[in-house]
T-cell receptor, first 115, second 108 residues
Framework: DGGITQSPKYLFRKEGQNVTLSCEQNLNHDAMYWYRQDPGQGLRLIYYSQIVNDFQKGDIAEGYSVSREKKESFPLTVTSAQKNPTAFYLC??????????????FGSGTRLTVV | GQNIDQPTEMTATEGAIVQINCTYQTSGFNGLFWYQQHAGEAPTFLSYNVLDGLEEKGRFSSFLSRSKGYSYLLLKELQMKDSASYLCALFNDYKLSFGAGTTVTVRA
């Protein structure tokens, strides 16, 4: 079955360490996205990519980095520069066509806790 | 910004109807989505409006009025499993922007 996989589901890191969250999809979707969700808040866009080897900053890109070397993969690195990294991170993918979307498919999320 | 506003919380009784409103301020967008999110899980797609009017999908319906900057999600015949957060999102410039979500609690 096609889908989008995030790993790990739970991640603990010490303050000051970089950490990379994995996101893989086998849906042949063009676009991939990373969102962050804090308790009681909506999803905020970190980075997105519409094509391999290209990506754009979202609303809260500071302290994060991404790469898109393969269509299937869009890993997110949370760097030590991110002031408040503890959050629920969601990856999503989508097929794009003529300026519309057919909806996001979301991964199951990674809950990152920095201690 | 798109300033997407939703009520924070709503409570309703099993079997009842609940309407979740979403207002926004933006110069233009391609479409409006509604997602359901249970605690600790990923959002799941409920409904999508491109044109003004009502879209019906079983117990869930969504309405859009572009001229009024307004949408609503209507949940009928509420079930306990409908207790969740409901997210309104605008699609524009190849990405979705989300509201903060409305937490709906269904009581027996």
């Amino acid at each position: 079955d096609g889908g989008i996989t995030q790993s790990p589901k739970y991640l603990f890191r010490k303050e000051g360490q970089n950490v990379t969250l994995s996101c893989e999809q086998n849906l042949n979707h063009d676009a991939m996205y990373w969102y962050r969700q804090d308790p009681g808040q909506g999803l905020r866009l970190i980075y997105y990519s519409q094509i391999v080897n290209d990506f754009q900053k979202g609303d809260i890109a500071e302290g994060y980095s991404v790469s898109r070397e393969k269509k299937e993969s869009f890993p997110l690195t949370v760097t030590s520069a991110q002031k408040n990294p503890t959050a629920f991170y969601l990856c999503a993918s989508s097929t794009l066509g003529q300026g519309v979307t057919y909806g996001y498919t979301f991964g199951s999320g990674t809950r990152l806790t920095v201690v | 910004g798109q300033n997407i506003d939703q009520p924070t919380e709503m409570t309703a009784t099993e079997g009842a109807i609940v309407q979740i409103n979403c207002t926004y301020q933006t110069s233009g967008f391609n479409g409006l989505f509604w997602y359901q999110q249970h605690a600790g899980e990923a959002p799941t797609f409920l409904s999508y409006n491109v044109l003004d009017g009502l879209e019906e999908k079983g117990r869930f319906s969504s309405f859009l009025s572009r001229s009024k900057g307004y949408s609503y999600l209507l949940l009928k015949e509420l079930q306990m499993k409908d207790s969740a957060s409901y997210l309104c999102a605008l699609f524009n410039d190849y990405k979705l922007s989300f509201g903060a979500g409305t937490t709906v609690t269904v009581r027996a």
